[in-house]
């Protein structure tokens, strides 16, 4: 038996919570997988996992050696990375989640330079707006607008997003241009919810050193950001989001920007991952990349 290998096995079946997509993971027959399994629970002589037909699940002598497989493994890794990489050239795959608009419009144009600076980082991404799970879905770190929603990740502030308020130039052509957060009434919305909690996020407006809230009528509500700014260009209402996503219609004169003197506060921009994870040289110098990507441009 290969005792790496099987504890590479047994962390990711925990992980995934599932033999099959521990081996699709791992490109390994699920035989083998099965197999380094049951020789792995023999030579420690506990049992690790409980194993039914419809889940997988860890015991409490389980739960300990994943924690101690885990530690091992990423000093592991670290330890080859010292030897096989010099310090400006870090090598293997990097999983990382993005949100989709701001992986569509800025990170994935600016990424040829990150690749001639690093050719030996494989990446693999993926754009959607719910909140993923690093530990099940094998993600390295994400990408996240916003406040820090889970005290088990790790988080490092590389920039605020600027917000603005817009509407369509059809929409002031029906219902007139807005003239003050205090009075709205007559006004719409375009809703926009949570993909992951289900809720609708109120509209804010910055008084000096106070936020105000609220909540306008609204027919149409939708949970991913191209369709938002999508909805305000068709007229259904008023919208507020990060800059780099209404440049476009901004320069084309199709959105207009509203309210400038109470423009909402910025939106917090972070890497996230793992609480458990040390950071690896690759994780290290793509969020360092990251920061700079940001910080060279107005937001």
């Known amino acids: 038996m290969d005792r790496l290998q099987a504890m590479q096995v047994f962390t990711r079946i925990v992980e995934l919570k599932a033999f099959g997509k521990a081996a699709d993971s791992l490109q390994l027959p699920r035989a083998s997988v099965t197999q380094l399994i049951q020789q792995l629970e023999s030579h420690l002589g506990v049992q690790l996992l409980r194993r039914t037909t419809r889940q997988v699940s860890v015991t409490p002598d389980g739960q300990a050696y994943y924690e101690r497989c885990v530690r091992l493994l990423e000093d592991l890794e670290e330890a080859e990375n010292c030897f096989s990489e010099s310090p400006g050239n870090p090598r293997g795959k990097l999983r990382v989640d993005l949100p989709s608009s701001l992986g569509r419009l800025v990170v994935i144009p600016a990424l040829p330079a990150f690749c001639r600076r690093y050719p030996h980082i494989e990446l693999e991404l993926s754009l959607n707006d719910r909140q993923v799970d690093l530990v099940r879905e094998g993600v390295d770190c994400v990408l996240r607008a916003g406040e ?138 793509f969020s360092d990349w990251l920061a700079q990507l940001f910080a060279e441009r107005r937001w």
């Open 148 to 285: 820090l929603p889970d005290s088990s990740l790790v988080g490092r502030r590389i920039a605020e997003l600027e917000q603005l308020t817009c509407v369509s130039r059809s929409y002031l052509e029906e219902y007139g241009v807005p003239e003050h957060p205090d009075r709205l009434a007559g006004h719409l919305a375009v809703n926009y919810q949570s993909a992951s909690s289900g809720r609708i996020f109120d509209l804010e407006f910055r008084f000096e050193d106070q936020l105000r809230t609220t909540r306008l009528p609204s027919r149409i509500t939708v949970n991913n950001a191209d369709a938002y700014i999508a909805a305000c260009r068709a007229g259904f209402g008023m919208i507020q989001a990060p800059r780099y996503h209404l440049c476009d219609g901004l320069a084309s004169g199709e959105l207009v920007e509203v309210l400038e003197q109470w423009r909402p506060p910025p939106l917090a921009l972070s890497v996230l991952y793992p609480v458990r994870r040390q950071m690896s040289r690759r994780l290290r110098v």
